[in-house]
C-alpha cells in the first residue's frame, strides 16, 4: 500500500453533519458548567455546613471530594474513551455530571453530598479532554484556532463568575441551588 492512498483529499475528509458551530457551542457550554462547578461553591461552605449540621472543617470535603475525584479521572479519559468510544465516554460523563449534580441539591447529609460530589468530579473530569477532542475533530485545522479560543474564554470565565454567582444564589435561594 502507498502512502498516496493513506492521505486524503481535502474534500475526503470526514466533516460534521451539522454546523461545527453548534458543536462548539453545545461543548463549550458543558465545560463552563463544570469549571464554574470547581468554584460556586466555595462562598457557600459556611451555609452549607449549617443546613447540614456539618463543621466548617468538614465542609470543605464538598470541594475536596470534587476537585480529587475530577483530577483522578482526567489523565484516565484518553484510554477510557479509546475503549468505549468518544461519544458515548463523553455522553455519559455529561449525564454522570447532571444527575450528580441534581442529586447534590437534595442530600440529605454531608456525606450524601460527599458522595454526590465525587460522582459530579467523575463525570466532570472526562468532560474536558474529552471536548477538546471533539473540537479538534470538528474543525479543520484553518478554524481550529478559533474553536479552542472560544473554548478557552469558557475555562477562563467559569471560575471568575463561580464566586460571584454562588454568593447571589445563596443569599438569594439557598445553597442547595448551586
Known amino acids: 500500500m502507498s502512502t498516496a492512498a493513506l492521505t486524503l483529499n481535502p474534500a475526503e475528509e470526514w466533516r460534521p453533519a451539522v454546523n461545527p458551530w453548534i458543536i462548539a457551542l453545545a461543548v463549550t457550554l458543558a465545560t463552563f458548567m463544570e469549571v464554574l462547578d470547581t468554584s460556586i461553591a466555595n462562598v457557600a461552605l459556611p451555609h452549607i455546613a449549617g443546613g447540614l449540621s456539618a463543621g466548617q472543617d468538614e465542609s470543605t470535603w464538598v ?7 475530577n483530577a483522578i479521572v482526567l489523565p484516565l479519559s484518553g484510554w477510557l474513551s479509546s475503549i468505549v468510544g468518544r461519544k458515548r465516554f463523553y455522553m455519559g460523563c455529561v449525564a454522570l455530571f447532571t444527575v450528580s449534580s441534581f ?12 458522595i454526590f460530589r465525587i460522582l459530579q468530579g467523575i463525570g466532570g473530569g472526562g468532560l474536558q479532554p474529552s471536548e477538546q477532542a471533539i473540537l479538534a475533530d470538528t474543525f479543520p485545522p484553518a478554524k481550529r484556532g478559533m474553536a479552542f479560543a472560544v473554548y478557552g474564554i469558557a475555562v477562563v470565565m467559569a471560575p471568575a463568575i463561580g464566586p460571584t454567582l454562588g454568593g447571589w444564589i445563596t443569599d438569594n435561594y439557598t445553597w442547595r441551588w448551586i
Open 103 to 114: 442529586l447534590c441539591g437534595f442530600a440529605p447529609n454531608l456525606p450524601a453530598l460527599i
Open 63 to 69: 470541594l475536596t471530594s470534587y476537585l480529587v475525584s
